[in-house]
């Protein structure tokens, strides 16, 4: 419930365009991407100001935890795309 209460609490600052909180746990991380998927299997179109406002601030909260906690790196491969 402590979890859901600062997801809620992110969801709070977005709205008042004062995202200054930050993603603390992996059940945060998980909690805050669900309401991300929530909010972008709306549609682009059906998306209320407030809507993307609290987009912006969730995905920009899950970059930043990704960044600092989450190992997700672009490797090289020669399988990969071309250069």
Do not use: R
Request: glycine share 2%; proline share 1%; with cysteine.
């Amino acid at each position: 419930m402590v979890v859901m209460k600062n997801v809620m609490q992110l969801l709070f600052l977005a709205k008042n365009k004062k995202m200054t909180n930050k993603i603390t746990s992996e059940k945060e991380y998980q909690e805050t991407m669900a309401l991300i998927y929530t909010l972008m299997n709306k549609g682009e179109n059906a998306l209320s100001t407030n809507d993307t406002l609290q987009l912006t601030a969730l995905a920009k909260a899950a970059e930043i935890y990704e960044d600092d906690n989450l190992n997700f790196c672009i490797k090289n491969n020669s399988n990969s795309f071309p250069n």
